[in-house]
């Protein structure tokens, strides 16, 4: 079945980088676009980030653009998003998700706070 594992959360102070992993598993992952959405306390979920099959086509929210980089391994079956600059409003948990499925994990929690 398709599983999506999140992980590399955390607490980091404002201006600092964290690293998000997602190990995907029970699809095909080579086939299909991948993002990273957000949901912050309070507010509705968030695109943030997409990825083309193959890596070759990315797009970011305007709110992360110049910050945030998505990539891709389809050996491994992960996506990442380095996140730098972070600032105290890019807390939230963060989700990936394949586009072909509804298929949601467990997120991760990121903290931006001093």
């Known amino acids: 079945q398709v599983q999506v594992v999140e992980s590399g959360g955390g607490l980091v102070q404002p201006g600092g980088s964290l690293r998000l992993s997602c190990a995907a598993s029970?699809?095909?992952?080579?086939?299909?676009?991948m993002s990273w959405y957000r949901r912050a306390p309070g507010k509705e979920r968030e695109l943030v980030a997409t990825?083309?099959?193959?890596?070759?086509?990315?797009n970011y929210a305007d709110s992360v653009k110049g910050r945030f980089t998505i990539s891709r391994d389809n050996a491994k079956n992960t996506v990442y998003l380095q996140m730098n600059s972070l600032k105290p409003e890019d807390t939230a948990v963060y989700y990936c998700?394949?586009?072909?499925?509804?298929?949601w994990g467990q997120g991760t929690q990121v903290t931006v706070s001093s």
């Open positions: 990825i083309a099959s193959t890596g070759a086509v990315t």
């Open positions: 998700k394949c586009l072909r499925y509804d298929y």
């Open positions: 029970g699809f095909t992952f080579s086939r299909y676009t």
